[in-house]
């Protein structure tokens, strides 16, 4: 069974920075994207950047200039770098895995992880 395994979170002021990893095992697919996503309290789990096997990358309008994604050295790793860090990105963070199926193009697992949580206040 696909387990993801986040670290990273921590208290931060304001302006401060993370760097957040996401370990993916038991995935029994190549993996073709990963992703991160974050849920704020009382909110839904949004995207936040997303980077393909070919390089491609997608961040939410929110995070542009600030947040950088990237494959971890480690194979199934992903990193999100977090610099200048606003309230407003307090949340708990999840990473994402999705692979390619013949038949139905991309599939998303569907398992969450525990997440880890980011607290940026003074």
């Known amino acids: 069974q696909v387990q993801f395994e986040e670290s990273g979170g921590d208290l931060v002021q304001p302006g401060g920075s993370l760097r957040l990893s996401c370990a993916v095992s038991?995935?029994?697919?190549?993996?073709?994207?990963m992703g991160w996503y974050r849920q704020a309290p009382n909110q839904p789990r949004l995207l936040v950047a997303n980077?393909?096997?070919?390089?491609?990358?997608n961040y939410a309008d929110s995070v542009k200039g600030r947040f950088t994604i990237s494959r971890g050295n480690a194979d199934n790793t992903v990193i999100l770098q977090m610099n200048s860090l606003k309230p407003e990105d307090t949340a708990v963070y999840y990473c994402?895995?999705?692979?390619?199926?013949?038949?139905?193009?991309?599939?998303?697992?569907?398992?969450w992880g525990q997440g880890t949580r980011v607290t940026v206040s003074t």
């Open positions: 980077i393909i096997n070919d390089g491609r990358i």
């Open positions: 038991g995935n029994d697919r190549n993996i073709y994207v």
């Open positions: 994402r895995a999705g692979y390619i199926t013949d038949r139905r193009g991309l599939e998303w697992y569907d398992t």
